[in-house]
């Protein structure tokens, strides 16, 4: 490890055109993460391009320079350029190409062979195509590791107000407000050490946790209602169709939590959440508690993965057979389910 920081300490001596890419449907650690290290290299007299596959959501585009970043969707012909001109390219919350997706994920292949790349990431199962290969998936988040990222290379003294921002939403959101287990007294000390940069903590809640548009509270409404929970396997689950996210002018980010509420429940043990989209299929996110593997059940079934609380996957069936997928997978977890170490 020790050999690696000093191998990139050596690439950032020099100006240099860098790129970060972060993952699709980008939450906020991916955009707390890219947007901190992105501000770092640039303290350090870097040309750098933050590029995400789709668009910013909605509830961080209060976050300093989100409209910098280059949404490769809207301008991929910018995007490549900027990534055909780096010296050296962080991918930022994802292990896998698959996870920008689509054209996307078809152009880093291509350039793979070619092209210098520094991961830092905390999933599990990391593909091998970076040279520099930041993975643990024991950290609370990816902005912690870029926390640990600077600080390791010696550039401490250089984490400023906004960075301390950006990288506290990253924590903050990818454990739950410090709940999920993934909190470590590691993560506390960051959190911690963050706030002392004077950063508003309490903003940075309700901006993203109490900053819900009329529409969001009617679909929240709308997915309660619609929340189905099945004892004998201690699961909750939320279907949402296209139409029931039409109707509420659904905007990317809008369901941000919403799988949270079915685990919410005293007894339930795993909880998912179904959403329906015209160009992606059906995308359903799990969570879990205790010793429940989301992540094995999100790879097996969905073509997904993630951490054993928290998963997500996809699938190009129907919304009524994805649900019947899940339903019929069940049996085959009960015992984890309901013999759960919480």
Known sequence: MQQMLQNIKALLEKPSNFSIVIHRNPDGDAIGSGLALQTFLNKLGHQVSLISPNEVPNYLKWLPKTDQIIIFEENPELAKEKLSDADLIFTLDFNDFSRVSGNFTKYLQEIAPYKTFVMIDHHLEPS???QFKFSDPEKSSTSEMVYDFIVNLGYKDLIDKD???DLYTG???DTGSFKFPNTTPHTMCVAADLMSHGINHNKIQIKIYDSFSLNKLHLLGEALNKLVFLPQYKTAYIALSKEELQKYHYQKGDTEGFVNYGLALNDANFAALFLENDDEGVR????????????????????GGGHKNAAGGRTKQSLNEAVNTFLEKLPEFKSKLIHANI
């Open 128 to 130: 091998e195509y970076a």
């Open 284 to 303: 359903i996110s799990f969570r879990s508690k205790g010793d429940v593997p989301a992540n094995e059940f999100a790879k097996k079934y969905f073509n």
């Open 163 to 165: 960075m301390a921002t």
């Open 171 to 173: 924590i903050m959101t």
